[in-house]
């Protein structure tokens, strides 16, 4: 069973920049697909970023393009969310997610993803 934990969310004015990571308990070599995934308050939950492995490649929604990075640490079995240029619109429960052994990846299907981490809470004022 694949666990995933993130950490790193927090409080942070707008403009502000924030980390989060997730940990994945298995090597990302064959958990090769790692989405992020948020969701505000009385609001359908919405993909992110994903990456895949080995390659590096990831894709972004829209929304966050140009301001938010994912990338791997593979030695750490860790997968990063960058994120700067926070607004109050970014608030929101962020999850990662994970596929193993995955054909294909993206994180526009949420339904793919058996694994889930806890989410981490981040809160952006104004």
């Known amino acids: 069973q694949v666990q995933l934990v993130e950490s790193g969310g927090g409080s942070v004015q707008a403009g502000g920049s924030l980390r989060l990571s997730c940990k994945v308990s298995?090597?990302?070599?064959?958990?090769?697909?790692v989405g992020w995934f948020r969701q505000a308050p009385g609001k359908v939950r919405e993909g992110v970023a994903h990456?895949?492995?080995?390659?590096?490649?990831?894709d972004y929604s829209d929304s966050v393009m140009g301001r938010f990075r994912i990338s791997r640490a593979n030695a750490e079995n860790t997968v990063y969310l960058e994120m700067r240029s926070l607004q109050s619109e970014d608030s929101a429960m962020y999850y990662c997610?994970?596929?193993?052994?995955?054909?294909?990846?993206?994180?526009?299907?949420?339904?793919?993803?058996?694994?889930w981490g806890q989410g981490t809470q981040v809160t952006v004022s104004a």
């Open positions: 997610a994970a596929r193993a052994w995955a054909r294909d990846c993206t994180f526009k299907d949420e339904g793919v993803f058996p694994y």
């Open positions: 990456i895949v492995s080995p390659s590096g490649y990831a």
């Open positions: 298995e090597d990302t070599y064959f958990v090769n697909c």
